[in-house]
């Protein structure tokens, strides 16, 4: 009886990665065209992409098929840049992989609850790398914690602060710049 | 709440909205699956290679799930495997062997592994010097082959001419060993032998092996064929030390 019950969960389980499969595998190619610029190199992005979602299959079962396509979205993202990483094409440090200062301390937080500032914040997200971006998406778009991003991503939960810490400090700065700029 | 706090929590709730009001504008911008031209088409080698992946990736979950639950069962079967096989040999050594049994239970056959770590140094000697015991009868036709003796165990093979065989494997009981039995095309009935408990794993069809363990006061025995096994038993009870 166990092992009925055993080869319905896996016969789901297969029928849900074929869905996966049937339905994504297209605009993931387009996902990863578009970052690597090579057809080879972004069809082995989505295979490897699928190697993560039959690994971490539970995490695909949304009822949003947005949040789905979302999720499948971030780890092509981050497959093809870790892509690009090793092949050492990125020649710029993004703003957020620096080490930046916490300076919070000075930031003008009674003026940030405005419109303006909303603005400038959704604007500023675009300058962020993808992985710091990715970071956010996990923790505020999906709920992560911080271990189930870092098990998600195969990254340590130490690299999963640190990110998040950047991410935010760097947000901090632009917006500190462009207060600057305004005044 | 602190200043501090608080400033961390209008930067959290402002940033976690422009982070959904981002992702939700990326997710309508990125086109639908079905809007993409062929030039998104996956070549036919990838295409393969995912289909592979998958498939792959369901068979090893399909051994890992059965591999987790064949676990359970081992641990069941390592309190009812002793209990009911442990009568099967006489004598305080037989049971100090079988409970230091460990029982290796896969899909589809179990291992018995066996080692005595009571056996007093009596109980050793006294196996050391433990003889064969060999069949008296054979079913018409059948003749002794061959016997093999690897460390401890000793397999001793019958034939007859139409090139079906008999296997006897005979193990003392205070060695390490092994005994596989595949129970995947079988029945396990109780039986005795020689007054001793036996089990006598029947096969379901023709084709498949039956198989026979029993023990005395010094060895264990398995007995396997494709013959009946109604026969596997009148072997055993003919069974006399040479």
Redesign the interface.
């Known amino acids: 009886m166990?092992?009925c019950i055993?080869?319905i969960?896996?016969d789901n389980?297969?029928n849900i990665?074929?869905r996966l499969?049937r339905?994504?595998?297209?605009?993931m190619?387009?996902?990863a065209?578009q970052i690597l610029k090579d057809?080879d190199k972004a069809?082995?992005a989505?295979?490897q992409t699928?190697?993560k979602i039959?690994?971490k299959l539970q995490k695909f079962s949304f009822e949003d098929c947005?949040k789905t396509?979302?999720l499948i979205?971030i780890l092509v993202k981050d497959i093809c840049y870790d892509m690009l990483k090793a092949e050492k094409h990125q020649s710029f440090i993004p703003i957020d992989e620096c080490d930046l200062p916490d300076n919070?301390d000075d930031?003008p937080?009674d003026q940030?609850?405005s419109k303006e500032?909303?603005q400038s914040?959704?604007s500023a997200?675009?300058c962020l790398s993808e992985k710091s971006?990715n970071i956010?998406?996990l923790?505020?778009?999906y709920g992560y914690s911080d271990s189930e991003i870092s098990h998600f991503l195969n990254i340590s939960q130490e690299n999963v602060r640190v990110r998040l810490h950047r991410a935010?400090a760097a947000?901090?700065q632009i917006l500190k710049e462009r207060s600057a700029n305004n005044e | 709440m602190n200043k501090s706090k608080m400033n961390d929590r209008i930067f959290d709730a402002m940033l976690q909205a422009a982070v959904e009001e981002k992702f939700q504008k990326e997710m309508q911008e990125l086109p639908q699956s079905k809007d993409l031209g062929d030039e998104y088409e996956l070549s036919q080698p990838a295409q393969l290679k995912i289909k592979k992946m998958i498939q792959k990736a369901y068979r090893r979950s399909a051994l890992l799930r059965i591999e987790k639950i064949s676990k359970r069962v081992a641990i069941i079967l390592a309190i009812i495997i002793p209990t009911s096989l442990g009568s099967l040999l006489s004598g305080e050594a037989s049971r100090n062997a079988i409970f230091n049994t460990l029982l290796n239970w896969k899909s589809d056959h179990v291992d018995i592994h066996y080692q005595d770590r009571n056996t007093s140094s009596n109980i050793a000697s006294s196996t050391s010097s433990s003889s064969v015991i060999k069949p008296t009868y054979l079913p018409e036709g059948f003749f002794e082959v061959q016997t093999v003796t690897v460390g401890s165990k000793s397999e001793t093979e019958y034939r007859n001419n139409h090139g079906i065989k008999i296997f006897l494997d005979q193990i003392p009981l205070a060695k390490e060993g092994t005994i596989a039995v595949d129970t995947e095309h079988t029945t396990r009935k109780e039986i005795e032998i020689q007054g001793e408990k036996a089990s006598l794993f029947v096969a379901n069809t023709a084709g498949d092996k039956s198989y026979l363990i029993w023990g005395n006061h010094s060895s264990s025995f398995l007995l396997s064929s494709k013959i009946s096994s109604d026969q596997l038993v009148k072997i055993a009870e003919s069974m006399k030390e040479k």
């Not at chain 1, 339905?23 to 605009?27: F, S, T």
């Open positions: 166990l092992l055993t080869a969960q896996n389980d297969r990665v074929e499969y339905e994504n595998y297209r605009w190619l387009y996902i065209k057809q069809e082995d989505v295979s699928f190697v039959i690994d947005n396509r979302g979205g919070s930031f937080f940030l609850l500032n909303y914040m959704l997200l675009s971006n956010l998406r923790k505020y778009v935010k947000l901090l």
